[in-house]
């Protein structure tokens, strides 16, 4: 089963420096269990802050063997400049296609990069699948399967009906995930790329998703 971690720096307590180090413990932590994959998400983070956060990253994980792989959140500026294992893009409008993430890799004589790509819809997976093959990513993130956080505006807005909407035990607001028959069925739309469980993927559901064809699962509260 392949584990994909999703930083989070705002789930730690204290000010920034407290977070970093918080943040860099983790990641030491988790290269000990074996986890295949930790994404770099601070999208609030300055290209030159981000890329300072990844260096130490790198370091703390490339110290164990088999180390993590470590992709960035969108920022292939980043990721190049780094010398980073790969780069998660979303389905987005205007993002970067996994080939143009490899031409850039390619040029940078840097090894070949580890692509993932979120995906949300049926429609999304099909897209990737069918794709030239340069342009596939390596895995498909695909959620949220048992919950969504919404965004109190959201709430506020009734754009997500209330009597959908809950209070989890981190006094966040969550809707209910797409469950698993659309799991399931965006792994068989996906084959042959790996597509791995997100939104709300806990110890206790993990089984399921497996069941469903996953190749495993990401999250960032998991693996806290």
């Given amino acids: 089963m392949l584990r994909y971690v999703i930083t989070n720096r705002a789930c730690f307590k204290g000010d920034e420096p407290n977070r970093y ?25 300055s ?9 130490k990253l790198l370091a703390t994980l490339r110290a164990h063997n088999p180390a993590p792989k470590l992709l960035i959140n969108s920022r292939a500026d980043v990721a190049l400049a780094t ?10 409008p205007g993002q970067l296609t996994p080939a143009q993430v490899r031409a850039l890799y390619a040029a940078a004589s840097l090894p070949e990069p580890v692509i993932s790509l979120s995906c949300h819809t049926l429609a999304e997976v099909t897209r990737a699948a069918f794709a030239s093959p340069d342009n596939r990513p390596t895995h498909i993130l695909f959620g949220p399967v048992f919950e969504k956080v919404v965004a109190q505006e959201a709430v506020d807005r009734k754009v997500v009906a209330e009597d959908r909407v809950l209070e989890n035990s981190a006094g966040r607001k969550i809707s209910a995930g797409t469950g698993l ?20 993927v806990t110890h206790a559901n993990t089984a399921a998703t497996l069941a469903a064809g996953t190749a495993g699962v990401a999250s960032i509260r998991m693996f806290l």
């Fill in 21 to 45: 180090a918080a943040l860099l413990a983790q990641a030491a932590h988790l290269a000990t269990t074996g986890v295949d994959f930790l994404q770099l998400r601070e999208k609030d983070l």
């Fill in 47 to 55: 290209a030159d802050a981000l890329a300072s956060l990844t260096r």
């Fill in 83 to 92: 010398c980073a294992d790969g780069v998660h893009l979303t389905s987005a």
């Fill in 181 to 200: 028959d659309l799991l399931r069925a965006a792994c068989a739309a996906a084959a042959p790329i790996p597509v791995l469980a997100l939104g709300g």
